[in-house]
């Protein structure tokens, strides 16, 4: 029984090495076709990417052939044989490459402020709320729900589930990992009120006066933030704030802060 687990174990570690190297791959070169990546991001992004596709053939070669289990191949045939690796890695490179080739523009320039430079104020009672939402790319999605039904899938097909109670422990963790998602989609929003900016995602929330803010450029970081989008505004206010944000509405929220929208790519 302990050795039926490791069994299974090792070949969802395998797989899921292998699978989250395609994955990246395709993200970086989707984002890199989109211009949507930075060169230091793309490199970061490619590195994790290699990591896991070598972990994956690791495993492979050193847990996947156990007694009775045919012996490990080399050179072409190996690489004949195992043709998931070499796209997983094809794709990674010409990602790489892509977004390495298109990042070499001139840095988008940042939003200027409204009325020759002076923030518009606003107050309480005369302007009440503005509220914005958060964007939500296709990949938020995909990482969010798509990752947790991958493993249930990868776990069912190595050996399936032993009992009802093996089951009902997956479902749990697959409940779990679906409504914190859900969470950040409902809670990450930008509240302007008066002269505060109100960013909340999830347990996290952060206020910021508007005339505290020095520069607004448009970023594709894919930094932690309260953001679901890689469209996103870097907020830089005070002596060293910084937030990075995606409001869908990225035009009305700029003119709510007082920046003209369209003064930056």
């Known amino acids: 029984m302990d050795m039926?687990?490791?069994g299974i174990a090792l070949a969802m570690t395998h797989s899921?090495?292998?699978?989250?190297?395609?994955a990246l791959g395709i993200v970086l070169t989707v984002l890199a076709a989109m211009r949507r990546v930075s060169a230091s991001t793309a490199i970061s992004i490619a590195v994790v990417g290699f990591f896991c596709l070598v972990g994956s053939v690791v495993f492979h070669l050193v847990f996947g052939h156990g007694e009775g289990s045919p012996e490990p191949m080399a050179g072409m045939t190996f690489m004949r044989e195992h043709g998931a690796y070499l796209v997983a890695g094809g794709i990674l490179a010409?990602?790489?490459?892509?977004?390495i080739?298109?990042?070499?523009?001139?840095p988008p320039a940042g939003y200027e402020r409204a009325d020759d430079g002076k923030m518009a104020r606003r107050s309480p009672g005369a302007a009440g709320k503005a509220d914005f939402r958060s964007a939500v790319d296709a990949w938020y999605y995909v990482v969010a729900f798509g990752a947790p039904a991958a493993v249930v899938v990868i776990a069912y097909s190595a050996g399936g589930f032993k009992s009802m109670s093996e089951g009902l422990v997956v479902a749990g963790v697959i409940v779990v990992s679906a409504l914190v998602p859900l969470w950040l989609m409902v809670s990450t929003r930008y509240t302007i009120e008066g002269d505060v900016l109100l960013v909340r995602s999830g347990p996290v929330s952060k206020k910021i006066l508007l005339g505290d803010i020095r520069s607004v450029t448009p970023s594709h970081s894919i930094l932690s933030a309260p953001a679901l989008s890689l469209r996103r505004l870097d907020i830089r206010y005070g002596d060293r704030g910084q937030v990075l944000i995606s409001p869908?509405?990225?035009?009305?929220?700029?003119r709510a802060i007082g920046f003209e929208p369209g003064t930056a790519a």
């Open 4 to 6: 039926n687990f490791s």
């Open 16 to 22: 899921v090495l292998l699978f989250a190297a395609l």
């Open 94 to 99: 010409a990602g790489l490459v892509l977004a």
């Open 101 to 106: 080739t298109l990042a070499r523009s001139t």
């Open 248 to 254: 869908a509405d990225r035009d009305g929220f700029l």
